[in-house]
């Protein structure tokens, strides 16, 4: 994969954005929640053609940086100390962090507490809570998975080969060409219609691998209240 960053002038305005190229066969345009354009494209796409397909959908570009940037500073990042609050499923919990001979994380009455033989040692705490939320996350993606191919009428077609989960900067989701279903490991910290809103979009992929009219269409025929979904995600997890 190569990447490469550049800038269009649309007006008044310049769109920077950066460009992956991949072994696939679609050019696809994603703005990212901290404002920013990706394009992954195939590799041999000129970038004539990429700027060409830019500048047809500037007028959306512009629109979902106008939308992103209302949530923007984002919160800054935790430094995983005793009285922090943490989300897990859109709900607030206060860190706790106690002395104990043995590695543990549980959810306790409004605290996520973790029990760890370093306690004063914020790197350690961090890794035990990071792979506490990847092994919730590990369970609570499929459960929501399978209540969102139910919306669908022939679930099975949308159904995704398989699930990743990573943890990733960027984006909320994506689904690959051959249909595995990618989600960002943060996404469990998210409200669960919010998680819904997710997998149900990149569903939608499978069907239709671009954003134009018929997505949305879609997109708007089984989950008409898409856009509520999606603002609580952005507010929640800014």
Not at 119 to 134: D, K, M
Not at 206 to 216: D, E, L, Q
């Amino acid at each position: 994969m190569t990447r490469e960053r550049h800038c269009l002038r649309y007006g008044a305005q310049e769109i920077h954005y950066e460009v992956k190229r991949r072994p696939r066969k679609t050019l696809e345009i994603a703005v990212e929640p901290d404002a920013s354009v990706m394009i992954a494209a195939p590799m041999e796409t000129p970038l004539a053609a990429i700027e060409a397909r830019l500048r047809k959908r500037a007028a959306w570009v512009v629109r979902q940086q106008r939308y992103f940037s209302q949530f923007l500073p984002r919160t800054p990042e935790r430094q995983y100390l005793s009285g922090e609050t943490h989300l897990y499923l859109g709900r607030q919990y206060r860190l706790k962090v106690i002395p104990h001979t043995h590695k543990r994380v549980t959810l306790i009455r409004g605290f996520i507490v973790v029990q760890t033989p370093r306690p004063h040692s914020p790197e350690t705490t961090h890794e035990l809570v990071e792979a506490w939320y990847r092994e919730r996350a590990h369970i609570k993606f499929p459960e929501r998975l399978e209540h969102c191919l139910a919306r669908f009428a022939v679930p099975q077609s949308f159904r995704p080969i398989g699930i990743i989960v990573r943890r990733i900067q960027q984006r909320w989701g994506s689904m690959s060409p051959a249909g595995r279903l990618l989600l960002n490991r943060r996404l469990v910290q998210a409200p669960v219609d919010a998680i819904d809103y997710v997998i149900t979009h990149e569903l939608c992929h499978r069907a239709v691998p671009h954003h134009g009219t018929a997505f949305f269409e879609l997109l708007e025929q089984v989950m008409p209240d898409w856009e509520r979904r999606k603002q609580r995600l952005e507010r929640a997890m800014a």
